[in-house]
């Protein structure tokens, strides 16, 4: 983990990591007056700092991906040079009145409107009341990346995404009222669009209306049956996953030419029970590169032909299903035969190269175990040996100290018993001179 560098007073930018944002931390960023861009993305904190208003250079604030943020100081407002605000998947929820304070002292969408810079705006929206205030003021002009959540009556008022011509990405989750969507306004910047876990059952005007649409992801609609996918010049990635009665993504009742889509590089298409068709005649798809089909049993023709998708590269799908594609002509298989890859086998594959790793491993691990053992049988014979001796040691020092002191000890009495001959001898002599003298 890299060493925390505490930020000089020249920084101009600074990204804090969840790790090295503390508390202790937090005041150092009003020092920085000179800071003009600030990440504090991804960190687990319910207040923003209220020393973030002493930023006044501040041009560039990140705070998406904060899902704990509750309450944004107004002090913020005062960054008068606030360019770009990104509130993109904050849990901060905005006040149902446009003027009302969210909080205590916290930041409201009039606040946001009183920024004079602000350009760029990403964020979520909870509340249709909220939604309405937004598109009835120039705020709508500045944002750029908007999910609407969690939005139980979003069918009662028209979506007038007309009054967003800056919107780039937009995304609509979970708002179980919604049964129909029109794109009813010219949404000239929009790139991306996503759908989640809809009831809708039918998207209106999209021909006319996402003319710059790049991005198109719909997960877990169940209601809906068919897309009417026309008149997309930009559109380069198309994804459909989870949608169980979804049958068609272009209606045979449309009326196109085969160049549809002709940036078009992406299909991908996941656990889609009922699924039939991609479309009902051949298409050019010119920079097509990849298609990849999971979970489709009632697929069973592609809309190729030999001169489509000349830029393929690859077809990833089970090979039971490939095995069961429909084709005009034998030659048109052969032609992108090469391109398929079989989805299960790179999976099989995987799993067996995993499994080869992981008994590559276990054989190490076996040898490893092997020598250990050796290793622990030769040290204890080592050791077995080593007691032995050392008994043996001990038997033969206990039998020489055995010896010696047996050695001393006769030593010892053979002095003693020298001395009593010794004595003996004087006392006879003794006792034999005393006569004569005495005579």
């Known amino acids: 983990m890299p060493c925390y560098q505490r930020p000089s007073n020249n920084t101009s930018k600074l990204s804090y990591s969840p790790t090295h944002y503390k508390k202790k931390r937090r005041e150092e960023i009003g020092l920085l007056t000179k800071l003009r861009y600030l990440n504090l993305s991804d960190i687990f904190f319910p207040t923003l700092p209220t020393c973030i208003g ?31 605000l990104d509130l993109y998947s904050s849990g901060y929820s905005w006040p149902e009145e446009y003027d009302e304070d969210c909080g205590e ?23 249709l009341s909220v939604l309405g205030k937004i598109w009835s003021n120039s705020l709508a002009r ?25 919107v780039r990405r937009l995304s609509i989750e979970d708002c179980s009222s919604l049964l129909k969507l029109t794109f009813g306004g010219e949404l000239c910047s929009l790139g991306v669009l996503s759908f989640a876990r809809l009831f809708i059952t039918k998207i209106d005007s999209m021909e006319t209306s996402l003319q710059s649409l790049k991005q198109l992801h719909i997960v877990g609609c169940h209601a809906l049956k068919d897309l009417t996918l026309v008149q997309l010049p930009h559109l380069q990635c198309i994804e459909l996953c989870d949608c169980c009665d979804l049958e068609v993504l272009i209606s045979s009742t449309t009326d196109y030419d085969s160049a549809i889509f002709p940036q078009l590089k992406r299909i991908t298409l996941h656990a889609l029970a009922k699924f039939r068709c991609i479309c009902h005649r051949p298409l050019l798809l010119p920079q097509m590169e990849c298609l990849e089909v999971y979970g489709c049993p009632m697929l069973l023709k592609l809309p190729l032909e030999s001169g489509s998708a000349c830029n393929i590269k690859q077809i990833v799908g089970a090979q039971g299903w490939w095995d069961m594609l429909q084709w005009d002509e ?61 008994t043996t040691y001990k038997r033969v020092l206990v039998s020489v100290e055995c010896s010696f002191r047996s050695l001393i000890a006769a030593t010892f009495q053979d002095e003693i018993n020298l001395k009593q001959w010794r004595c003996s001898l004087s006392t006879g002599a003794k006792s034999t001179s005393g006569p004569q003298n005495a005579s």
């Open 54 to 84: 002493r930023l006044v250079k501040l041009g560039q604030l990140d705070l998406s991906d904060t899902g704990q943020l509750e309450t944004i100081p107004r002090t913020t407002i005062v960054c008068t040079s606030l360019e770009k």
């Open 105 to 127: 002292g916290g930041i409201s969408l009039k606040d946001l409107g009183l920024l004079p810079k602000l350009n760029d705006l990403k964020f979520n929206v909870k509340s």
């Open 142 to 166: 500045t944002i750029s990346y908007l999910t609407l959540q969690h939005i139980d009556d979003l069918s009662q008022s028209p979506l007038h995404f007309n009054a967003m011509i800056t």
């Open 330 to 390: 034998d030659k048109i298989k052969m032609k992108f035969l090469p391109f398929f890859k079989d989805s299960w086998k790179k999976y099989e594959n995987k799993k067996r190269n995993k499994n080869k790793k992981r008994g590559l491993e276990l054989e190490k691990d076996q040898a490893n175990s092997t020598v250990e053992r050796e290793r622990e049988r030769e040290i204890e014979r080592v050791l077995h040996i080593w007691r032995h001796k050392q």
